[in-house]
T-cell receptor
């Protein structure tokens, strides 16, 4: 089954304790992206990756890191989490990083709810 | 910059009522427009899309028409069901070349029997 998976689905942690949220897709997609969802703000892009070893900042990258060493995986790293990073996080992927009709639909993972106390 | 504005929720309807969720956008160039749906506890699913002016996207009884003159992409359904209860997000895909989505704040729909 074609899908985007995220782990963990729920995480409660304390300020300053490094954590990683994993994202994996089995569709051989080139483009992957992380979003955070906050009430009243919709989804905002954190980082994206056009392909292996190619990553760039989205609209709200502060406090986050990513890596793309393999095509299927795109982990989100919080080196020193703070309470303002409490949010619902979504990973997404698409076949093409460009607006190419028929190849750019984004598929979303189930989300990771993170609470930082 | 590019942005999407959705009507605030929650929207509460009785089963079989008519649904409209308003969405307007600000964008340069020619964006593509989308509606995504998020059911409780799940990720986002693409509901419908339109890639150019006057296109109508439709799926599962939902429709939306890309109106460039009013910069709108309102979501409609003639007869809602309890199973349509979810959060609906309007989004645009920027025309700058790469595949970036900009989302509205989301509108929660609750349908009662």
């Amino acid at each position: 089954e074609a899908q985007v998976t995220q782990n963990p689905r729920y995480l409660i942690t304390v300020t300053g304790k490094k954590l990683t949220v994993t994202c994996s897709q089995n569709m051989n997609h080139e483009y992957m992206s992380w979003y955070r969802q906050d009430p009243g703000l919709g989804l905002r892009q954190i980082y994206y990756s056009m392909n292996v070893e190619v990553t760039d900042k989205g609209d709200v990258p502060e406090g986050y890191k990513v890596s793309r060493k393999e095509k299927r995986n795109f982990p989100l790293i919080l080196e020193s989490p703070s309470p303002n990073q409490t949010s619902l996080y979504f990973c997404a992927s698409s076949l093409s990083p460009l607006r190419t009709l028929g190849r750019d639909e984004q598929y979303f993972g189930p989300g990771t709810r993170l609470t930082v106390t | 910059g590019d942005s999407v504005t959705q009507m605030e929720g929650p929207v509460t309807l009785s089963e079989e009522a008519f649904l409209t969720i308003n969405c307007t956008y600000t964008a340069t160039g020619y964006p593509s427009l989308f509606w995504y749906v998020q059911y409780p506890g799940e990720g986002l699913q693409l509901l419908l899309k339109a890639t150019k002016a006057d296109d109508k996207g439709s799926n599962k009884g939902f429709e939306a028409t890309y109106r460039k003159e009013t910069t709108s992409f309102h979501l409609e359904k003639g007869s809602v069901q309890v199973s349509d209860s979810a959060v609906y997000f309007c989004a645009l895909q920027t025309s700058g070349g790469y595949n970036k989505l900009i989302f509205g704040a989301g509108t929660r729909l609750a349908v009662h029997p």
